[in-house]
């Protein structure tokens, strides 16, 4: 049984960091890449970052450059998504999501970042809310 579990969301003042947490079951980073990707208030889903590790891969979206970083640590079967100097307009519900790992080897930052289509199995959602 597929299993993605996100955790690790909060409330922070601006400028403060979280570290978000996919637990995943039923299957292994060997095989798939692992996804990052926000819902704000009234807003559409948008990418934030993904990985494969066994490939090497790592892409960020440009309004998380630099200050997000993503990892992987398959020892724990868990996914990590680092968040520092935080701002309110981070705010909204983070999912984890999988994507198979061969489709990031083929595919660009852009289209693994954007073509949420992709992204076959989705956890739940944690809710990261930045005050001002």
């Known amino acids: 049984d597929v299993q993605l579990q996100a955790s690790g969301g909060g409330l922070v003042q601006a400028g403060g960091s979280l570290r978000l947490s996919c637990t995943i079951s039923?299957?292994?980073?060997?095989?798939?890449?692992i996804g990052w990707v926000r819902q704000a208030p009234g807003k559409e889903r948008e990418g934030l970052s993904c990985t494969s590790k066994n490939a090497g891969i790592v892409h960020y979206a440009e309004s998380v450059k630099g200050r997000f970083t993503i990892s992987t640590d398959n020892a724990k079967n868990t996914a990590y998504l680092q968040m520092d100097s935080l701002k309110p307009e981070d705010t909204g519900v983070y999912y984890c999501?999988?994507?198979?790992?061969?489709?990031?080897?083929?595919?660009?930052?852009?289209?693994?970042?954007?073509?949420?289509?992709?992204?076959?199995?989705w956890g739940q959602g944690t809710q990261v809310t930045v005050s001002s």
């Open positions: 999501a999988r994507i198979p790992a061969k489709y990031l080897e083929l595919i660009t930052a852009n289209q693994a970042l954007n073509g949420l289509s992709l992204y076959d199995a």
């Open positions: 039923g299957f292994t980073f060997d095989d798939f890449g």
